[in-house]
Structure formats: C-alpha cells, structure tokens
C-alpha cells in the first residue's frame, strides 16, 4: 500500500486529484471537487478573485451611480454629508455589481467611478477640491473594503 507524501510510513489509499501524491487524514483539505494535499488545497485558496465580467460589470454600475448621483449629492442641506454618501453609494453600486465582492480592484473602480461622476457633474457643481479628491473617493473605498457588520 503506497504511503503519504508527507509522513513517511503512515499508510492511505488516497491520492491528491492534481498532483497525484498519496496523503493521509491529516493532509487533506477539502475543496469543491473532493479533498487536494494540503500544498494544491493551499493554490486554491489563495488564487479567487474577481472575474473581468464582475469588473466590466463594477465598472457599469459604478459610473451609472456616479453620473447619476452626482448633481443631486450638491443640493442635499449639509454638504459634507452629500459629498460621502455619494460616494458611498457609487462605492455600493460597484460592489454589487460585482457581485458583492470586496476587494482592492473593486475599491480602485470604485473610487475611480466616484471622480469621474464628480468630473461629468462639473458644469453643474463646480470644481471643489474636497468634493473632487476627498470626500467621494474616501467613502467608495471605504464601502467596497470593509464589512460593516
């Protein structure tokens, strides 16, 4: 009976679907498609991502926020609170479009969707230094990089 790769004299039957080397109970993690040795069940772990669709999609709805948005977040009473809640909705906009995910790229999409709203609203606001490099960019980053509960 073959040994595992790891613990030299520990008996298995069981054998790694990508790689082929026998692993025993203690080398095994689970995954989708049944148990991988402990290095290909680590690949799987720290590969993920987000997919280009998720992206292009991110990319749709953050900047439909965003030029949406825009004109309105000047004329609520307390501008500070309009300039971040703007930007916390394109921020939530682009993370559900792509699919809730949370993660650097989605946060740079985001606070890139969030200045160019600003930018497409300009004729209408004005250029505001805070409303252009400040208070949008922070709050979409903010969204799409922490859990909030």
Known sequence: MPECAWHPGVETGVSCPDCGRYMCPKDMVPSPVGYKCKECGRQRI???GVK????ALAIGYGLGAAVVLAPVARFIPFFFIGVFLFGGLVGEAA???AGGHRTW???AIAAGCAAIGVLASAPFMGLDPFLLFGGPIIA???VTSWRWF
């Open 140 to 142: 979409a980053v903010y």
């Open 95 to 97: 993370r559900r479009g």
């Open 52 to 55: 280009p669709k998720q992206m």
């Open 46 to 48: 720290t590969r993920g």
């Open 105 to 107: 790229q989605i946060s």
